[in-house]
């Protein structure tokens, strides 16, 4: 299989790519140069997919059996703190970024008869304070593969909704707040600063998401016992009762 991993020298998608790669000629985009350089057996790309003109030049024409889109930002804060670059960057990279790669890439998935994963996060179902932008992004990212896979035939769309994975990702995004002086969350900020982040391995994560992309056909799938509760309680307790749920965590 030929396969195409965005945002593949980090996080999950590092893991991802690390398992395919053993039985798979497998290509890595990321706009992280260290990172990517240090990745070994597997095809390199240093891109940015949020630039529309050099994602059509590199992967226009480029054969692929399965894209995986793994690129992504997040950065916490309340929505009064944060800037309006913050929410467009996060727009930029988690949604548009996955639009320009799927779009250069239809072409060689139609002679495939490929597959496309989009990883979103739990996130994109069930939304958090604190995290408009990313959960914004990701509800976007997650209307958007609906509408694709409805569209296409003959190619399978599917998502991914990972819970918390401990990749620093998600250490990363809450470390953002303390960016923001004088606010009215302050206290809370502080507080998030001095929790530790949980979440599942890195490789277990890398698995199942490998698995996922090799084998998977229906349209969802949850790879964290977290991300799985919450997809099923979003069905059954009330909008109202989580909003209570939630400011009683933050007093």
Same mark, same amino acid.
């Given at each position: ?6 945002g ?5 998608g590092?893991?991802t790519a *690390?398992?395919?790669?053993?039985r798979n000629?497998?290509?890595?985009i ?7 350089e240090s ?5 390199k790309?240093?891109l940015?997919?949020? +630039?529309?003109?050099r994602?059509q030049e590199?992967?226009?024409? =480029?054969?692929?059996d399965?894209?995986?889109? %793994? ?12 800037? @309006?670059?913050e #929410?467009?960057?996060?727009i930029?990279?988690n949604? @548009?970024?996955v639009i +320009?790669?799927?779009? $250069? %890439?239809l ?5 495939s008869?490929?597959?496309i994963?989009?990883v979103s996060?739990?996130a994109?179902?069930?939304? $958090?304070? #604190?995290?408009?932008?990313?959960c914004?992004?990701k509800?976007?990212?997650?209307? !958007?593969t609906d509408?694709l ?9 599917? =998502?991914?909704? &990972?819970?918390?994975?401990k990749?620093?990702f +998600?250490?990363k995004?809450?470390d953002n707040?303390a960016? /923001?002086?004088?606010s009215?969350?302050?206290?809370? /900020?502080?507080?998030m600063?001095?929790e530790?982040?949980?979440g599942?391995? &890195?490789?277990? $994560?890398g698995r *199942?998401?490998?698995f @996922?992309?090799?084998?998977?056909s229906?349209?969802? /799938?949850t790879?964290?016992?977290? $991300?799985w @509760?919450?997809?099923?309680?979003e069905?059954?307790i ?7 749920l !939630?400011?009683k #965590?933050m007093?």
């Amino acid at each position: 299989m030929k396969i195409l991993i965005t945002g593949g020298a980090n996080g999950i998608g590092k893991e991802t790519a *690390k398992i395919l790669r053993e039985r798979n000629q497998v290509t890595v985009i990321d706009r992280d140069l260290e990172a990517l350089e240090s990745l070994e057996k597997v095809e390199k790309i240093h891109l940015d997919i949020t +630039n529309k003109e050099r994602v059509q030049e590199e992967l226009t024409g =480029l054969e692929i059996d399965i894209l995986i889109n %793994c690129a992504g930002v997040q950065k916490q804060g309340s929505i009064e703190d944060m800037k @309006i670059e913050e #929410f467009e960057e996060h727009i930029y990279h988690n949604y @548009i970024g996955v639009i +320009n790669t799927v779009q $250069a %890439c239809l072409p060689s998935l139609r002679e495939s008869e490929g597959k496309i994963v989009n990883v979103s996060s739990i996130a994109g179902l069930s939304s $958090a304070p #604190f995290l408009s932008g990313y959960c914004a992004s990701k509800h976007a990212l997650e209307g !958007f593969t609906d509408s694709l896979r409805r569209e296409l035939k003959n190619i399978d769309v599917v =998502l991914v909704e &990972p819970g918390r994975v401990k990749t620093g990702f +998600n250490e990363k995004g809450r470390d953002n707040v303390a960016n /923001y002086e004088d606010s009215n969350y302050s206290d809370l /900020y502080e507080e998030m600063l001095n929790e530790e982040v949980d979440g599942i391995r &890195p490789e277990k $994560a890398g698995r *199942k998401l490998a698995f @996922i992309a090799l084998n998977g056909s229906k349209p969802r /799938y949850t790879i964290t016992r977290e $991300a799985w @509760i919450i997809s099923k309680l979003e069905k059954i307790i009330p909008a109202r009762i989580v909003d209570l749920l !939630f400011r009683k #965590f933050m007093r």
